[in-house]
């Protein structure tokens, strides 16, 4: 978590000022970091847990451990949790553990079902 909200702070965030990093530890334990960044163009910006997960995919990785997400802007620890889109591209690399936090000291652990349960799959 607290790698999370560090890697947090890079966010590049300049029009919603919400900066979140997340965290990805492949199940060989190496670790990836991930940060948003936002677009003039919004729908071309890029989700910290999406930009994790791509730079885990480009080092070989394809199981994933655990991720842990930081959006040390939010209001409270409840609006601190990946968005649909990142929910899906998580689920394809089925993590066993899912942690968030906001930029307090608590955090939350869920196992993945809990925050897709039905989730695509082919």
């Known amino acids: 978590m607290e790698r999370a909200r560090a ?5 590049y965030a300049p029009y919603s000022k ?6 990805v530890l492949s ?3 190496r670790v990836f970091d991930g940060v948003n960044v936002e677009n003039a163009a ?4 890029n989700c910290a847990e999406a930009t994790a997960v791509g730079s885990a995919v ?13 959006c040390i802007d939010a209001r409270s ?7 649909g889109r990142c929910r899906q591209i998580l689920s394809e690399f089925n993590p066993e553990e899912v942690y968030v936090t906001d930029g307090g000291a608590e ?4 196992s ?11």
């Open 7 to 11: 890697v947090a702070q890079l966010a």
């Open 18 to 23: 919400f900066r979140v990093g997340a965290v």
């Open 27 to 29: 199940d060989d334990g």
């Open 42 to 45: 919004h729908p071309s910006a």
């Open 58 to 70: 480009t080092a070989g990785v394809r199981k994933i451990a655990a991720v842990a997400v930081a």
């Open 77 to 83: 620890i409840d609006h601190a949790y990946p968005c």
């Open 107 to 110: 955090f939350r652990r869920h």
């Open 112 to 122: 993945f079902d809990e925050l897709l349960p039905f989730r695509f799959s082919l």
